[in-house]
């Protein structure tokens, strides 16, 4: 198993789906580092699971390069990498007024979440193809990005948040490709409504409202079946260059 022994790389790990699986990944055998924009937030996911907290903007080249190069210098290139990291946006392209979405908000949106995962795919995956292939399959590593439903069914104000993560899933099976020759896997997870600290945030008619839509089970799903799930992909060297959906059969209506 890849987990075992081996580093890991969390972007988005000082809270939500990223610090779940962060510790899921340490109690499986992995050496984790916890990369987060908040360096506090990271520091104490780390802390519980003696991984490494490092300060991160994935959307940064050079943020990203000196990140993924303190990893190396104080560990070694690692063979797995989940980016969770990622922000969620909710406006319309035009508003009651006429006024049109700034173009900036836009930006800001698909800088972070497409962008930054790209950006951190490339740099893992550079030095992940330097290492030496292990295991039946002779695999090196594997990359598995966070989408969302919203890829394939946005809602109304989330054309920016849809866009980015509709990008992050039609770039796993290019990626995936390309990478074969690596023994790279390259998955993607497009989660549903999960109980992240945001949605607990909302009005618990509103959390009532969302949660019974879900067909079956009628809840929110969990950071620990994302996590859990994450660990499947890793066990399971079959899964490749594909978006799976993490939901309950739940498709998002338009508003």
Request: glycine residues 10%; hydrophobic residues 50%; contains cysteine.
């Amino acid at each position: 198993m890849l987990v075992n022994g081996n580093i890991a790389v969390v972007t988005g790990g000082g809270s939500g789906m990223g610090a779940e699986t962060a510790q899921h990944l340490a109690k499986a055998g992995a050496r984790v580092a916890v990369l987060d924009r908040d360096l506090a937030s990271a520091t104490k996911v780390a802390q519980e699971i003696d991984g490494l907290a490092i300060t991160c903007d994935v959307a940064s080249d050079s943020s990203a390069t000196m990140a993924v190069q303190e990893i190396i210098n104080k560990w070694s290139a690692p063979r797995i990498c989940v980016n969770c990291a990622g922000i969620i946006s909710a406006q319309t392209m035009v508003k009651k007024d006429g006024a049109s979405m700034p173009l900036e908000d836009f930006s800001r949106v698909i800088h972070v979440n497409l962008i930054g995962t790209f950006n951190m795919m490339r740099l893992i995956a550079a030095e992940m193809s330097k290492l030496a292939p292990i295991g039946d399959s002779q695999e090196r590593g594997v990359i598995i990005n966070t989408a969302s439903i919203a890829a394939f069914e946005g809602q109304i104000g989330q054309m920016a948040y849809s866009a980015s993560k509709g990008g992050v899933a039609a770039m796993t099976l290019p990626a995936a490709r390309e990478l074969a020759r690596f023994g790279i896997r390259v998955l993607a997870i497009a989660p549903g409504l999960i109980a992240t600290p945001m949605l607990h945030g909302l009005p618990d008619n509103i959390r009532e409202s969302l949660a019974s839509e879900i067909p079956f089970p009628k809840r929110f799903g969990e950071p620990a079946e994302f996590a859990k799930l994450v660990l499947h992909i890793i066990d399971n060297a079959m899964l490749n260059g594909t978006v799976i959906r993490l939901d309950g059969a739940l498709r998002l209506a338009p508003k």
